[in-house]
Nanobody
Framework: QVILLESGGGLVQPGGSLRLSCEVT????????IAWFRQESGKDREYVAG???????SYSDSAKGRFTISGDNDKKTVVLQMNSLKLEDTAVYYC?????????????????WGQGTQVIVSS
């Protein structure tokens, strides 16, 4: 059984930081790509960052320079460190796994999803 378990969401003020974690079980970590997406209420799911083939990294334009994605292949965990958070970063953040080892930003191509974790940036 494939399980992606997110943790680390919460309420933070603008300019603050949060660390999201995605623990992956049931798949070969090095043979999948793991990405973070987010979804605001009423909007489509948006790519944030990805960890590919056990080491390659990719970021959306909105995440570049503020967010850092990293992975631990032994612990099968991918972490998204989010700094300098803005009001517009408020969303439910999802972790997803894709059999492809290339950077794919279309959420419909991902095979497995976590349940999501809420991030609220508010003053």
């Amino acid at each position: 059984q494939v399980i992606l378990l997110e943790s680390g969401g919460g309420l933070v003020q603008p300019g603050g930081s949060l660390r999201l974690s995605c623990e992956v079980t049931g798949i070969s970590f090095r043979r999948y790509s793991i990405a973070w997406f987010r979804q605001e209420s009423g909007k489509d799911r948006e790519y944030v960052a990805g960890y590919y083939g056990g080491g390659a990294l990719s970021y959306s334009d909105s995440a570049k320079g503020r967010f850092t994605i990293s992975g631990d292949n032994d612990k099968k965990t991918v972490v998204l460190q989010m700094n300098s958070l803005k009001l517009e970063d408020t969303a439910v953040y999802y972790c997803a796994a894709d059999r492809s080892l290339i950077s794919r930003r279309n959420w419909t191509l991902y095979d497995y999803w976590g349940q999501g974790t809420q991030v609220i940036v508010s003053s």
